[in-house]
């Protein structure tokens, strides 16, 4: 998918809404209850764990064509460039729409952005800031600049997640004001952003009127709320439930 399909996709006056899965039927629960982004991850290998391109082809096939599908391509804190790209242009090979980035504070990250930049100006990369490593090149000092190389290599989105789900979701670890500045900064350069990272059915309220373009959730649509347990039914009707909410709420005065 290109960059400006999947921003016309995304772009509104309510957030759409992520539903990261392990399988095809996750992945058709997901797509069923409603939700904008099918997000196919292996949340057993990490935050941003991925599953291999067979994988990620068998939950193509079983959602057909018509579903957003977005994945991973693992957690590699080193940001080897090259690896990096093999793994992008695996998933989309195996039929995803978006391939997901984690971005460590690592010093090969501003060449491994860079050098991205002839995938991103045809297909949909969105890398993924995690909250919780935020140091060095992803320092809070250094996020302008981030981004703004990030657009500047056509990178068509920003997530901010967490990389330690044991840790506190994202709104109690960084406070509503910073995500809001973080939204803000994003769409300031022109990327779509994201919010992720253990979040709740009750962040739904505090993070909608942020503005972001996406919401993302894995554990609090699952049992017991545990991101390696299997989606449950009931759990992912109540965030559709709350997001369809926001949805038809009459957009804020500017």
């Not at 729409?97 to 991103?120: F, M």
């Not at 803000?184 to 503005?211: I, N």
Request: glycine share 8%; aromatic share 2%; net charge positive.
């Amino acid at each position: 998918m290109s960059p400006a399909a999947l921003e016309s996709r995304l772009r509104g006056a309510a957030p759409r809404w992520l539903a990261s899965v392990l399988d095809p039927a996750e992945a058709v629960l997901a797509r069923d209850a409603g939700a904008d982004v099918v997000d196919a991850k292996d949340p057993r290998a990490g935050a941003l764990g991925a599953l291999a391109p067979r994988q990620v082809r068998a939950i193509r096939d079983a959602l057909g064509a018509g579903t957003l599908l977005s994945a991973t391509t693992g957690d590699l804190p080193a940001m080897p460039p090259a690896a990096i790209e093999d793994a992008a242009r695996a998933v989309l090979q195996a039929g995803a729409d978006v391939a997901k980035v984690a971005l460590y504070p690592a010093p090969q990250l501003h060449a491994c952005i860079e050098g991205l930049a002839p995938l991103a100006r045809e297909h949909a990369l969105v890398g993924v800031v995690l909250a919780d490593r935020l140091q060095g090149p992803c320092a809070p000092r250094h996020l302008d600049s981030l981004l703004r190389r990030m657009a500047g290599a056509r990178w068509c989105g920003v997530m901010l997640d967490t990389a330690d789900k044991r840790e506190a979701p994202l709104p109690r670890l960084l406070g509503v004001p910073r995500l809001r500045e973080f939204v803000d900064l994003a769409h300031a350069h022109g990327l779509l952003c994201g919010l992720a990272g253990s979040l709740r059915l009750q962040h739904v309220g505090e993070l909608a009127p942020l503005r972001p373009d996406l919401l993302g959730f894995r554990g609090a649509l699952c049992r017991a709320s545990l991101r390696t347990a299997g989606i449950d039914p009931a759990r992912i009707a109540e965030v559709a439930s709350a997001m369809r909410a926001r949805a038809l709420e009459p957009a804020p005065a500017p």
